[in-house]
């Protein structure tokens, strides 16, 4: 099990071709509190950098990009009550979607948790 | 936008309370502090939250002849409100029209007993002082308060926090203005505000404005708010966001502003019309318009954002207008909004559908505000 960072402030919990997607506690304190979140359905195929989840505060939606290309397998339902979830734990709990990595190669381009650590300070 | 961000005399603070700060309409202004948007607008509504709204335009507009009348005779030309019957130490909200009956901005106007006191959108402050002064050089001298910082403090525990620093405040009513020292600085009162609670909106000195607005922090229940829970407040209270909800192509009618009309200044009226747009608006008010502002209620978790198409159909077939504002109401407990729809869709309980990426769901027409103001008439 390894864990990837983007620089647009997800993390996925990759394991064998399935990756467990998130944003990172910077990101959902950024955002605020959440008061909403859904995912594409599952079975869609999406390509990297496409938005696969959208969270919205009281205030704005905020895209959430796929890392990798897949396919959505699922959405975490708990939020679908419970958006804040996220904020309360963003890395564990509060993941957002589940989705096949299509390309492993693509995670080469991704960041470890030490250089995520330093981007965000 | 090249111009550097202009600061309001109270940054400063807002930097020492952890604000985060966003650029708005051309001011660096607080969104929120530490404890976010959610909790500033809760905290609110439950006891007192306080807002630097010292971006907004202060005009002073004084008649030649010395009387206040002729100023509020003259400022009549320009809005359709009755400015003429507001006494002294009152203020009122008021439209400034086009000749094509649309809006080029919401204003409060005040009767300072010798002068009127506009207050006006940041946005628009220079072209409504332009605006003023073009249509009113000839009886009055017409000058922006640029000196002049504003504080509002908006919630339940707001009398009691201004009260503490001066107890004249408690006596006032909804939409009394009032001259009054706090915390030693000589301030205009109102009470008045842009959440649907009771509260008020001071103004001082730039110089006092750090000093007034630590002693109403100090006072039990108050916490600063920023703009992000500003917006949602004003929204769940049904009030308009000028540039969003009402503008240039949405006349008072289409807004479902008629209350801000009064008898006189209607058809048949003692001075009705001689407003830019006045034969519109007066047709409009004799025979409705085709479409109007209404507020909308989303069936289900998702909010629906300004921008958003409306529907009358699932299928997203027949268009039924547009959202404007948008977002989660925290003291409605789910998504709100406003929106323009065709005058026959515009009863509450109506069902449309709001175009949210792709999907069409399901919104209700609903009565505003949202949430019940708590004014002290």
Redesign the interface.
């Known amino acids: 099990m390894t864990v990837y960072y983007t620089k647009e402030h997800e993390w996925l919990r990759v394991e064998g071709d399935v990756a467990v997607v998130g944003i990172t506690a910077h990101a959902a304190n950024e955002l605020g509190e959440l008061v909403f979140a859904e995912a594409r359905d599952p079975g869609t195929t999406v390509e990297q950098g496409d938005s696969v989840a959208v969270v919205e505060s009281v205030k704005a939606a905020s895209d959430i990009y796929a890392p990798v290309t897949g396919d959505v397998l699922a959405f975490n339902d708990a939020l679908g009550d419970d958006a804040a979830l996220v904020n309360r734990d963003p890395e564990g709990e509060g993941w957002i979607v589940r989705m096949t990595v299509a390309d492993a190669s693509q995670l080469e381009g991704l960041m470890d948790h030490a250089t995520y650590t330093a981007l965000v300070g | 936008m090249n111009q550097p961000l202009l600061r309001t005399p109270l940054y400063d603070l807002h930097l020492e309370l952890g604000a985060r700060m966003v650029p708005f309409a051309g001011y660096d202004m607080p969104?929120?502090y530490p404890a976010?948007?959610?909790?500033e607008?809760l905290h609110t509504r439950a006891s007192a939250g306080l807002f630097d709204v010292s971006h907004m335009g202060q005009v002073r507009v004084r008649a030649r002849s010395g009387q206040v009348a002729d100023a509020a005779r003259a400022l009549e030309a320009l809005v359709p409100a009755d400015i003429v019957a507001l006494k002294p130490g009152r203020q009122r909200y008021a439209l400034f029209t086009t000749e094509d009956g649309g809006i080029s901005d919401d204003l409060m106007v005040a009767n300072m007993g010798d002068w009127l006191l506009l207050v006006v959108n940041a946005a628009c402050k220079d072209a409504d002082f332009a605006h003023v002064n073009a249509a009113l050089a000839d009886s009055c001298t017409v000058e922006m308060l640029s000196d002049r910082a504003l504080i509002a403090v908006q919630g339940p525990a707001a009398e009691a926090a201004v009260a503490s620093l001066n107890p004249k405040a408690a006596a006032m009513r909804f939409m009394d203005v009032a001259g009054l020292d706090l915390a030693g600085v000589p301030c205009i009162v109102s009470r008045s505000g842009y959440t649907g609670e009771d509260g008020y909106e001071i103004g001082m000195d730039n110089a006092a404005a750090s000093t007034v607005a630590r002693a109403l922090l100090a006072q039990p229940g108050v916490a600063p708010a920023g703009l992000?829970a500003r917006?949602?407040l004003r929204l769940e209270a049904g009030l308009c966001l000028y540039g969003s909800d009402i503008d240039l192509t949405t006349t008072p009618v289409e807004g479902a502003l008629e209350w801000s009309i009064q008898k006189s200044r209607k058809p048949g009226g003692a001075r009705a019309g001689g407003y830019p747009g006045a034969r519109i608006v007066a047709d409009q008010l004799a025979d409705g318009a085709t479409r109007r502002r209404v507020g909308l209620r989303a069936e289900g978790?998702?909010?629906v954002?300004g921008g958003a198409e409306l529907f009358a159909d699932e299928a997203g077939q027949i268009p039924a207008g547009r959202v404007t504002s948008g977002?989660?109401g925290?003291s409605a407990g789910g998504?709100v909004a406003m929106g323009y729809v065709p005058t026959h869709l515009a009863t509450p309980g109506t069902r449309l559908f709001a175009g949210v990426?792709g999907r069409f769901l399901p919104v209700q027409v609903a009565a505003l505000p949202f949430v019940a103001p708590t004014f002290r008439r």
Not at chain 2, 36 to 39: E, L, P
């Open positions: 969104v929120q976010g948007v959610m909790a607008h992000g917006d949602s978790r998702a909010p954002r977002a989660f925290p998504p990426r």
